[in-house]
């Protein structure tokens, strides 16, 4: 019967499916978000990232790699997955946003892979201890039954493993709920504009955290009218702590005589 032979993923590598499904939750989403799509160097004014981090890498093209077949071993897999935290480590420092996100997300990352290694240890054992006691009629179907109970109690692991991550309290809450006056919405707006680095990067952090959006590193166009007031405040009160204060540079009107 002629037809295309499916490829049937190894337990362990369906556990990695799991696990980079899990970072691209909305569980995690408050700390994986920057990590999803390649970094955009020239886009973020990081004009030496290239010349510091050699490989960049991302959770999307792991993902792509994982469902295309590029892994063999969960360790392939995670040796790709922990090059995201490296080169953010190399790049930043530890009192860098990204810093600290990448440490919260490994942490959640290597519980994840400690379970599938905890199984993929104890399968090994099972089978080596069924191949000395086993006919080798049996040996098959009780290898395929294996598989199949193992690669559900990882991913069942996995689903219960890691805790929750909270979100951390808003940054500089103000009880002041007053809408900003068109003026001001200008001048967030062009202040935002002019950011790059890390501060851009916690303000999208900030816009993604309080409006539940889809903004990624990359998708700067941000309508400041449409955002909350409370979101606005929290900008504002972040950039102030930055020295990002007073309103914009009015422009100069010409002098006619």
Known sequence: MAGKQETISSPEINACKVMIKR???????????????????????????????????????????????????????????????YNTYLYTNPGHLCYHMAKQLQIIFEEMYAQVQLYTCS???????????????????????????????????????????????????????????????????????????EVLLHVIHLIQRMESAEYCNKELEVDICQLKVHTKRCILEYLASKGFTGKRVARTKPKYN
């Open 123 to 197: 399968r090994t054992k099972r089978r080596a201890e069924e191949e000395s006691s086993s006919s080798s009629s049996n040996e098959s179907d009780s290898s395929s039954t294996d598989d199949e109970v193992s690669s559900s109690e990882i991913s069942s692991s996995i689903m219960d493993a890691p805790p929750e991550w909270t979100p951390p309290a808003t940054l500089g809450t103000s009880e002041q709920q007053e809408p900003l006056t068109t003026e001001e919405d200008l001048d967030l707006h062009a202040k935002i504009q002019q950011l790059d680095g």
């Open 23 to 85: 970072m691209f939750s909305t569980t995690y989403k408050n700390i994986a978000w920057v990590f999803y799509e390649p970094l955009d160097a020239q886009l973020l004014g990081l004009h030496d990232y290239h010349e510091i981090v050699r490989e960049p890498m991302d959770l999307s093209t792991v993902r792509h790699r994982l469902n295309t077949g590029c892994y063999l071993t969960a360790a392939d897999f995670a040796k790709d997955v922990r090059l995201i935290f």
